[in-house]
């Protein structure tokens, strides 16, 4: 293949613009808000993300090149086809869910990070804890992420992998380390336009190459491969469920999203932020599908690329770059290569982001420097982007299988923070010990389920389990689905128990040794200058503090108050004293 000095050209000119508008951001950051906020401001965007930004910005978020990449692989792979490219529908209603019952009290309450309220209820020690299957999710993300845009460049304009991967992770981290989240937010402005351009331009070349077949009829009739409608087999019914409520609930918790939420200007607007996203999702996914489409509708032996096809050299996962290179016009591939790096560098910098803010403010600030100043806090984050920029460039580098990891990490975000958030916003008497138990027992019948992409084997195996050629046991059972159940349902049990076995003495309150009953309800319902200090108090002489709750099911186990939120936002309070 010849090298393209015109491609290259085309991304150094793009990568340019990305980083003005990067700077650009940086700059308006620095001279909005007072400098005593600098830290949130570059968290949260001073909490003034119009919906205009904030739209576009929480689209990029998701519409990345895994995204698009791995849309247009599922509909090309004969086995899988459009019934099984679950990302767009799971991940619209994933932020549809958000907006309706997860952005409101989050952003209300104004917290800074997603970690905030399991902190708050659960202690520093569970915010630590959380934090590693966050932190994992979001670094693993961005390093798949960067492992795609390489070898997209590559096939597209013969660059070295590596440096086109070491190139475009410097430019996301470089505008992200200046400006924090409304650098994140301006630039993924430009780059949603850029994908949303690029794609659409390349889509009519390569739907009119001479080798294309029509793709209505490649929809339903077989003519190169199954058709790319595709179909979902009896057997796998339970695995597709389980896949798709991983992605639409699973896909709930990410710092990355709630980053958007929470610099929203209000609660309202963060749920329209939500519901705009879940719609620039569904839009921006059509490309993709198309492409895809195109892919399982050619003769490739009638194009350059020559024979075997792509599915046959176990290259499907790169449909989608081969499209545009082997089926578009020179120069409008170069406009679907920006696509590609547009899309993602929009998702890894979100990625990088999140975990620096999330580690500068749950476990550097809340866990060992209460007293931190603002410009300390602003340091700590701006090293960490670079550490977790570094680390993520260096596993996309690295590691054999960076999307196998990235799986399980997601899997460890819907089976144990999504639990968790559900009970830490709606289920009121939850507490630590719950919280822990709840988190072992998901993280355990996760592992022992087995992973493929890393060839982990299982230990539990579920109904309906059969053996690849490969020699891989693959489940057909939901068991992801189960352990996130398990884990729920775990955290509310233990939590009660731990509950009635301190209030009715039964256990001491010296053996509440995380201060998850005892002493919290102490604190909440007792004045502080009447807490009795002597240490052979009995529980049942504090049991009057704690009021009973009515034994109704609803009121028992329901936190109304996260219902009952109140929008304490500017606009909403200018509207009610007009």
């Given at each position: 293949m010849a090298f393209h000095v015109e491609g290259l050209v085309a991304i150094v000119v793009f990568y340019l613009a990305i980083l003005a508008v990067g700077i650009w951001a940086a700059w308006k950051t620095k001279n909005t808000g007072s400098e005593g906020d600098r830290s949130e401001a570059i968290i949260v965007g001073g909490r003034d993300i119009g919906l205009l930004v904030g739209g576009f910005t929480m689209t990029a978020t998701w519409v990345g090149g895994g995204y698009i990449n791995g849309t247009a692989e599922a509909v090309y792979v004969p086995d899988y086809g459009l019934a099984w490219a679950q990302a767009p529908i799971g991940y619209s209603l994933s932020l549809i869910l958000g907006g309706l019952f997860?952005?409101?009290?989050?952003?209300?309450?104004?917290?800074?990070?997603?970690?905030?309220?399991?902190?708050?209820?659960?202690?520093?020690?569970?915010?630590?804890?959380?934090?590693?299957?966050?932190?994992?999710?979001?670094?693993?993300?961005?390093?798949?992420?960067?492992?795609?845009?390489?070898?997209?460049?590559?096939?597209?304009?013969?660059?070295?992998?590596?440096?086109?991967?070491?190139?475009?992770?410097?430019?996301?981290?470089?505008?992200?380390?200046?400006?924090?989240?409304?650098?994140?937010?301006?630039?993924?402005?430009?780059?949603?336009?850029?994908?949303?351009?690029?794609?659409?331009?390349?889509?009519?070349?390569?739907?009119?190459?001479?080798?294309?077949?029509?793709?209505?009829?490649?929809?339903?009739?077989?003519?190169?491969?199954?058709?790319?409608?595709?179909?979902?087999?009896?057997?796998?019914?339970?695995?597709?469920?389980?896949?798709?409520?991983?992605?639409?609930?699973?896909?709930?918790?990410?710092?990355?999203?709630?980053?958007?939420?929470?610099?929203?200007?209000?609660?309202?607007?963060?749920?329209?932020?939500?519901?705009?996203?879940?719609?620039?999702?569904?839009?921006?996914?059509?490309?993709?599908?198309?492409?895809?489409?195109?892919?399982?509708?050619?003769?490739?032996?009638?194009?350059?690329?020559?024979?075997?096809?792509?599915?046959?050299?176990?290259?499907?996962?790169?449909?989608?770059?081969?499209?545009?290179?082997?089926?578009?016009?020179?120069?409008?591939?170069?406009?679907?290569?920006?696509?590609?790096s547009a899309a993602v560098m929009s998702s890894a910098d979100s990625s990088i982001l999140s975990a620096s803010s999330m580690f500068a403010r749950n476990i550097y600030q809340l866990s060992f420097r209460q007293n931190a100043s603002d410009r300390e806090i602003v340091w700590v984050m701006r090293i960490t982007v670079l550490l977790f920029g570094a680390s993520a460039t260096a596993m996309a580098l690295l590691a054999s299988s960076v999307y196998g990891l990235w799986y399980l990490s997601s899997d460890l975000v819907y089976i144990i923070i999504f639990p968790q958030l559900l009970c830490v916003l709606f289920i009121k008497g939850t507490n630590t010990y719950g919280a822990i138990a709840g988190y072992l027992f998901g993280l355990v019948l996760r592992i022992t389920g087995g992973e493929p992409y890393l060839y982990l084997q299982p230990l539990i195996f579920y109904p309906g389990w059969y053996q690849d050629d490969n020699n891989l046991y693959i489940q057909r059972f939901p068991f992801k689905t189960l352990a996130m159940l398990t884990s729920f349902f775990t955290n509310v049990i233990v939590s009660y128990l731990a509950k009635y076995l301190f209030e009715s003495g039964t256990l001491p309150p010296k053996l509440d040794f995380l201060d998850a009953v005892v002493a919290r309800y102490s604190r909440e319902h007792m004045d502080k200058a009447t807490l009795v200090k002597s240490d052979n108090i009995v529980l049942n002489e504090l049991a009057p503090v704690n009021p009973r709750h009515s034994l109704t099911l609803s009121s028992t186990f329901t936190n109304k108050e996260a219902f009952n939120y109140v929008d304490s936002s500017p606009e909403l309070s200018n509207t009610e004293d007009n």
């Open positions: 997860f952005a409101k009290p989050m952003r209300s309450k104004g917290y800074v990070t997603m970690l905030d309220p399991f902190q708050q209820l659960y202690g520093k020690r569970m915010g630590g804890l959380l934090f590693i299957p966050a932190l994992m999710g979001e670094m693993f993300w961005a390093a798949a992420i960067f492992s795609a845009l390489g070898a997209t460049i590559s096939v597209i304009i013969d660059i070295n992998v590596n440096i086109s991967v070491i190139v475009s992770a410097l430019i996301a981290t470089m505008y992200t380390l200046v400006g924090g989240l409304y650098s994140v937010a301006y630039t993924d402005v430009v780059q949603l336009f850029c994908i949303f351009l690029g794609l659409w331009i390349s889509v009519p070349f390569a739907m009119s190459h001479p080798a294309v077949t029509d793709i209505g009829l490649t929809a339903v009739h077989p003519v190169y491969q199954a058709p790319w409608l595709g179909s979902i087999n009896s057997l796998d019914i339970y695995t597709w469920l389980d896949n798709f409520f991983l992605l639409t609930l699973g896909g709930i918790p990410w710092q990355a999203y709630f980053q958007r939420v929470l610099s929203s200007s209000s609660a309202t607007y963060a749920q329209v932020l939500s519901f705009l996203a879940a719609f620039g999702c569904i839009v921006m996914a059509i490309p993709a599908v198309l492409i895809g489409a195109i892919g399982a509708s050619t003769a490739w032996n009638q194009t350059d690329y020559g024979v075997p096809d792509p599915k046959s050299k176990k290259e499907a996962d790169m449909i989608l770059p081969i499209v545009l290179q082997y089926l578009c016009p020179v120069y409008i591939s170069f406009f679907g290569l920006g696509a590609v």
